[in-house]
């Protein structure tokens, strides 16, 4: 076997590996309205994984802008999420958790689950969404339980 | 007669610019707060006490080395710069230098002093010797209001300082203007959102433990957003620097300037 010949195999089989890849790192969700209906994951959200991404800043990191009940340090440049779950369905969190410029296309909120159409990301983190599908889940299956208004 | 009238063509056509540019300033320049107002007053103190500021030791420093005698020609910036105060140079920059026609900062026309007039090395940006000469230069100028122009051959670099200060970029998808002019005075979980300016730089950054470029301060908060980082010197950050000049227009320089 020539040389060339070796090399087309280890093409091929390196190609169906990074398509596989590819598809473990895609990031995508279908909107409708204001809304993702679909659940990311096959796994239903855990909303006490969920809880402690929204407070963590290896999380989501969420109380740098929005009071979080429970939470005494947060910041104050987004509405509370106090009450979030009675305001909003979990389909509509789903949006605004991984897209928010979806809804609104000034919001400094970052697009937790997005890799595309961004620009200029450190090379560590492109082709990375800040949180996973089942992440989002979790942060969704969190925020849903926050019927409250404090 | 004629001269008068000619005259007061030009103011109105200045004023008339003037209302344009100051319509399009999302910060007025009636609410323009420097970086200090959103200190505690612990640092706000120390900053404003000479002798406790640490940014000072980089003013002294830099005064030494004004007087030192280097390049091939062995020559000193106080060698042309004799009688000369260099009161309200900082103020102006960046600006175009009419040599090459390129936007420069405070540290380039320093390195461009060095190479053209002295025949010695460029000094690195973020080096103890660059540092110590801008702070020193810009500190001459403490209290006097920022003035740069934009018109001219500026005016380009000025439209592409603004669009970068708009371009949402990072993981974090934010643009500067998203928490500097839209978010200031706010509390990012416990700290407060300045206004964005760099009338303090260079500056004594208590998280650094040391004084910094502005360039080096725009490298932070693009970290802190998961942005890619150009190296120093890039034409990017200069034209930033040049829009960051422009929104600050008339803020007093406060160099050193000591920042959490």
Partial sequence: MTRKHAVAPAIAILLAYSQVWAQGESVRFEAVGDAIPRALTSEPGNAARGRSIVVNRDGGACTLCHAVPGEKNFGNIAPTLAGVGARLSPAQLRLRVADS?????????PAYYRTEGLNQVAAAFRGKPLLSAQQVEDVVAWLATLKEAQ | MRRARARLALAAAALAAGVVLA??????????KSGSVFLGSDLRALQNDDFANPGMLWVE????????LAGKKTLA??????????RGVAASYPKIDKASGKLVNLEDRI???????????????????LLALTAYVARQSLG?????????AARAHFEAGRAAYHLRRG?????????????WGKRLLS????????????????????IGSLQRRIRACLSGIRAEMLPYGSPEYLDLELYLAWRAQGLPIETPGVRR
């Fill in chain 2, 23 to 32: 319509q399009e300033r999302a910060i007025p320049p009636g609410e323009l």
């Fill in chain 2, 171 to 183: 993981q974090m998808n934010l643009s500067c203007a998203h928490c500097h002019d839209a978010q």
């Fill in chain 2, 191 to 210: 700290e407060t959102i300045s206004q964005g300016h760099p009338n303090a730089y260079p500056a004594y950054r208590m998280e650094w433990q040391t």
């Fill in chain 2, 77 to 86: 910036c106080a060698s042309c710069h004799k009688d000369t105060s260099m």
């Fill in chain 1, 101 to 109: 410029t979806r809804v609104n296309p000034d919001t400094p909120m």
């Fill in chain 2, 111 to 129: 390195n461009l002093c060095r190479t053209g007039r002295m025949d010695a090395e460029p000094l690195r940006y973020e080096s103890e010797e």
């Fill in chain 2, 144 to 152: 006097l209001p920022i003035a740069t122009r934009i018109d001219g």
């Fill in chain 2, 61 to 68: 420093r830099g005064e030494r080395l004004w007087s030192e």
